[in-house]
């Protein structure tokens, strides 16, 4: 069995940071390029950032470029999300994912372009 699952949100003060991590098992993790999303009350699921199966080539959205980085440690099966001066706006429930393909551009921030998803952890962030 698939499974992905992620873990270090909580709740967090305008500016603070946050490493997000996702823990994959029952894949060739090396094989995968991996994806971070969040969703938040109301709104799509949006993309974040991408991070090819070798960690060569990565995607970050442009409202989080210079603040969030995608990076990953194929020895431990594990991607990470690395969240720097956070915003209340980024309060939402962040998943990670992993596609198995290659990509365009508008496909690598196409939820159905992955077909393995986490449960989520939450990121509140206080003002």
């Known amino acids: 069995q698939v499974q992905l699952v992620e873990s270090g949100g909580g709740m967090v003060q305008s500016g603070d940071s946050l490493r997000l991590s996702c823990a994959a098992s029952g894949l060739a993790f090396s094989t995968y390029a991996m994806g971070w999303f969040r969703q938040a009350p109301g709104k799509e699921r949006e993309f974040l950032a991408r991070?090819?199966?070798?960690?060569?080539?990565?995607n970050i959205e442009d409202s989080v470029k210079g603040r969030f980085t995608i990076s990953r440690d194929n020895s431990k099966n594990t991607v990470y999300l690395d969240m720097n001066s956070l915003k209340p706006e980024d309060t939402a429930v962040y998943y990670c994912?992993?596609?198995?393909?290659?990509?365009?551009?508008?496909?690598?921030?196409?939820?159905?372009?992955?077909?393995?998803w986490g449960q989520g952890t939450v990121v509140t962030v206080s003002s």
């Open positions: 991070i090819s199966y070798n960690g060569g080539i990565t």
């Open positions: 994912a992993a596609d198995h393909s290659s990509r365009t551009t508008a496909e690598i921030i196409d939820s159905t372009s992955y077909i393995y």
